[in-house]
């Protein structure tokens, strides 16, 4: 089978949560243009317009999904318009998240929830309820979970400690490690990406205080952009990646290896 044949999504119905901004959306703009029909969620109806409308002038239909993540008695709800609407769901990609900077001594309990919810028990609650429900019955399935270089080691932003963020991702690198051992059983591949410092609304205060110094840190010298996670996804979305499961991707310009 050639390499354009095995990244061949024609056909093929993928979820990106959190897909109206950032790295979503651009995870979306690449499942679509390999002919995947896509669905994206969010919190907001205004994003979610907005990207639909920025996916249609690329050519990409997307089915655009009000869901807050963080509300996990919403999830299987949203799992099933998906299906009632493009079917069976192959692709999953858990993107939505959140961050909380504090120090760990002023950090609160309620905080702390709120990031462990939506960045850990909310890709927990739709990964279940998609295997269950539509991969390991067609025994087919790509889950790629969204973690962090915060997941991989103890460091942290300047001047913004991370304690949940980081924790949580970390909790996401062995639950991907985990899945991928339990759902090979399945032949469902479960994968994470760990992106490294990107421009998102997420990161915004951060490079808005030291752009430069930030990406200096990269040995590539620079921090992600619009494309940067483009061919990853392509990868681990498509049946190139039928024998990669389990493994963990930094897409940082280099940052671990410097570690």
Request: net charge neutral.
């Amino acid at each position: 089978m050639s390499l354009k044949q095995l990244l061949d999504l024609s056909g093929r119905v993928a979820v990106v949560t959190g897909g109206s901004r950032g790295l979503g959306l651009q995870m979306a703009e690449v499942l679509g243009e390999l002919g995947a029909r896509v669905a994206i969620t969010a919190r907001k109806a205004d994003e979610l317009a907005q990207a639909k409308a920025h996916l249609a002038a690329q050519g990409i239909e997307a089915l655009p999904l009000v869901c807050d993540m963080g509300d996990l008695a919403a999830i299987p709800g949203m799992v099933s318009q998906v299906i009632a609407t493009l079917g069976p769901i192959d692709i999953l990609v858990n993107n939505a998240g959140m961050a909380w900077g504090a120090p760990t001594a002023e950090h609160s309990l309620a905080a702390w929830e709120r990031v462990m919810t939506l960045n850990v028990s909310a890709i927990f609650v739709a990964t279940q309820e998609i295997g269950r429900r539509c991969m390991i019955p067609r025994r087919s399935g790509k889950v790629i979970n969204i973690a962090s270089i915060q997941g991989l080691s103890g460091g942290y932003p300047e001047g913004a400690p991370t304690i949940a963020y980081s924790a949580s991702k970390g909790a996401v690198v062995n639950m991907t490690r985990m899945l991928a051992n339990e759902w090979a059983a399945h032949d469902i591949n479960v994968n994470a990406i760990a992106p490294g410092f990107f421009a998102t609304k997420m990161t915004q205060a951060i490079l808005d205080r030291d752009h430069d110094r930030t990406a200096a840190r990269a040995p590539l010298g620079r921090t992600g952009g619009p494309e940067d996670l483009k061919g990853v996804t392509a990868l681990l979305a498509s049946d190139a990646a039928a024998y990669i499961t389990g493994q963990i991707i930094a897409v940082d310009g280099g940052l671990t290896a410097a570690f």
